[in-house]
């Protein structure tokens, strides 16, 4: 289910296609919180990424159909990227795993 657009929550998202095969959509976007307006757009091919401000963006991706058939897919990775001191578990969850 799509998720609309939105941040992931991080400083950096990093968003790389592993393979594509038989679809049509999926266009990577990348929208002004405040006016909604598409900034960039693109369809990433496979081996090609993005790399997103997601503190100061939201993105979004449109949903892929097959091409041709009855079977496509579009194999994503997503990096999540934060500088050390504003890690996703942080100090806390640290000194709570340190018994």
């Known amino acids: 289910m799509p998720e609309g657009p939105h941040r992931d929550g991080h400083e950096f998202s990093v968003i790389a296609v592993a393979r594509r095969q038989n679809v049509k959509g999926g266009e990577t976007q990348v929208?002004?919180?405040?006016?909604?307006?598409?900034?960039?757009?693109?369809t990433l091919d496979e081996n090609q990424a993005i790399l997103i401000d997601d503190e100061r963006f939201i993105h979004y991706a449109t949903n892929i159909e097959?091409?041709?058939?009855?079977?496509?897919?579009?194999?994503?990775?997503?990096?999540e990227i934060n500088r050390w001191h504003n890690r996703?578990?942080?100090?806390?969850?640290e000194r709570s795993s340190l018994v």
Request: proline fraction near 9%; avoid cysteine; charged fraction near 25%.
């Open 66 to 79: 097959p091409e041709g058939g009855d079977v496509g897919y579009r194999d994503i990775w997503v990096i």
């Open 88 to 93: 996703a578990y942080g100090p806390a969850h």
């Open 31 to 42: 929208i002004d919180p405040n006016t909604r307006e598409i900034l960039f757009r693109t």
